[in-house]
């Protein structure tokens, strides 16, 4: 039974919104925990949230909570950072991770889950969501990825890997992933 873990990405200062975008509700519901519900449903305890801003109202968003919180102090660096320290903290009883965004507000378990059901389990497969005409989160990096995912830091994510030719790359469409909430006006459009 392979080990992964769902990392839900939830600690940056979010300036473009002007508040804790993570805190912001679509039907009640705060972004960061319908993006740690996902995560519960998919790895239940082998869940880990990741803060940094407002990281007390965050982790209390996501109460009752299963799983890890991860207080990223080096978060306004960027979500390298984010990234680099939630690998860091499960890199030893991991064998793979899925990065979840906290803003993309329509990702589902459903998604989530065929993520998970389509990696062949090898240390060099990475599974990456397709939509919109680009490759992205949420995505399955494997364990032969932790090396560089340890190391990255400020604003670069795991994009890079994507495109590196040590990884063999699959991709799932899943066009609600293109729902990204960077400013009060696109959560209007929700």
């Not at 992964?4 to 200062?13: D, K, Q, R």
């Amino acid at each position: 039974m392979k080990r992964i873990f769902g990392i839900v990405l939830a600690a940056g200062a979010a300036s473009r919104f002007g508040s804790t975008k993570q805190m912001a509700e679509i039907n009640g519901t705060t972004l960061v925990r319908r993006t740690y519900d996902v995560a519960v449903r998919t790895f239940g305890a082998n869940t880990v949230l990741v803060t940094g801003h407002d990281w007390q109202a965050v982790h209390n968003a996501c109460q009752p909570s299963q799983g890890f919180l991860v207080f990223n102090q080096d978060y306004v660096e960027g979500i390298g950072t984010s990234i680099a320290q939630a690998v860091r903290t499960v890199q030893h009883v991991a064998d793979a991770v899925v990065i979840l965004l906290a803003d993309q507000a329509l990702v589902s378990s459903d998604h989530a889950q065929d993520l998970v059901a389509t990696w062949n389990g090898s240390r060099n497969q990475i599974i990456a969501t397709e939509y919109a005409g680009t490759v992205g989160a949420p995505t399955l990096f494997p364990s032969g990825c932790f090396a560089d995912l340890a190391r990255l830091e400020g604003d670069s994510g795991g994009r890079q890997l994507l495109h590196d030719e040590r990884f063999q790359l699959k991709r799932i469409v899943f066009e609600a992933a293109a729902v990204d909430i960077d400013t009060p006006e696109d959560l209007k459009r929700i």
